[in-house]
């Protein structure tokens, strides 16, 4: 386990500290975010305790955390953070998701570590390890029900590919899109999909265009405390 740069601590330690100023420089004006609220989304069932953090479009087999929790059903949060943005000179107020956390234990955590999948060399935690985050999504699911939670997903492709180039596009803002999931969640930021015969769930959730990484942060006694997977705010130490 190696531990993080002290900059990224303090970036990973303040995702969930509402009222927190995080980054910015003298250069840059209102280059900072700043966590406006930490808001309790639903909670998901995990009955493997094998979990995926992954695209949920991903076609391949799924980037499973090398890590096990214990079976169970977790709280799942989101940070909100404003973010000013740029529009025709002007700077405006603009809320995005800072992070989105799955609460294994609500202890403090200790040590803060990027998380590896199955089988993948530690060396690539040097390297930015993580995964391809098609449409700007990831998502928390159970690795033993990962090929039905995630069928509404690959409908919805063979869908769009059987409409050809007049197809609707792959896109969280188009209202199509919606038809895939079972169920949207803070205005359609979310997406949750429920097996019951499995009794898992799968949330999928925002995350930087293109990467997705995990940070798992253990508590003292070195268990797994919360898993964060950083959203698509302009702010971070590995920019």
Same mark, same amino acid.
């Given at each position: ?20 100023? @995080? ?21 998901? !069932? ?38 000013? !943005? ?85 896109? !969280? ?8 999931? !079972? ?44 898993? @964060?997977? =950083?959203? =698509? ?7």
């Amino acid at each position: 386990m190696n531990e993080v740069r002290p900059e990224t601590r303090e970036y990973l330690d303040g995702l969930f500290a509402p009222g927190l100023r @995080i980054g910015g420089d003298a250069h840059t004006p209102y280059s900072w975010i700043e966590i406006a609220e930490v808001q309790e989304v639903t909670a998901i !069932r995990l009955p493997s305790g094998r979990l995926v953090v992954d695209s949920p479009w991903n076609a391949e087999p799924p980037r499973e955390l090398a890590f096990r929790i214990p079976p169970g059903e977790y709280p799942v949060d989101i940070s909100w953070a404003n973010c000013p !943005r740029l529009a025709n000179g002007y700077y405006a107020e603009h809320r995005e998701c800072a992070a989105t956390r799955l609460r294994v234990r609500d202890e403090p955590v200790v040590t803060w570590e990027l998380a590896l999948g199955v089988g993948e060399d530690p060396a690539l935690r040097a390297a930015g390890a993580g995964f391809a985050a098609e449409d700007a999504m990831g998502c928390f699911a159970d690795a033993t029900a990962w090929q039905p939670l995630t069928e509404p997903f690959r409908r919805y492709l063979t869908d769009v590919a059987a409409a050809g180039f007049g197809g609707p596009p792959i896109g !969280r803002d188009t209202e199509d899109h919606f038809e895939l999931v !079972r169920e949207d969640l803070c205005e359609g930021y979310f997406d949750l999909v429920r097996d019951e015969a499995h009794q898992a769930d799968l949330l999928a959730f925002g995350v930087p265009e293109g990467w997705g990484q995990v940070w798992a942060g253990r508590a003292r006694d070195g268990e797994i405390a919360v898993i @964060i997977a =950083p959203g =698509p705010v302009p702010t971070s130490p590995w920019d």
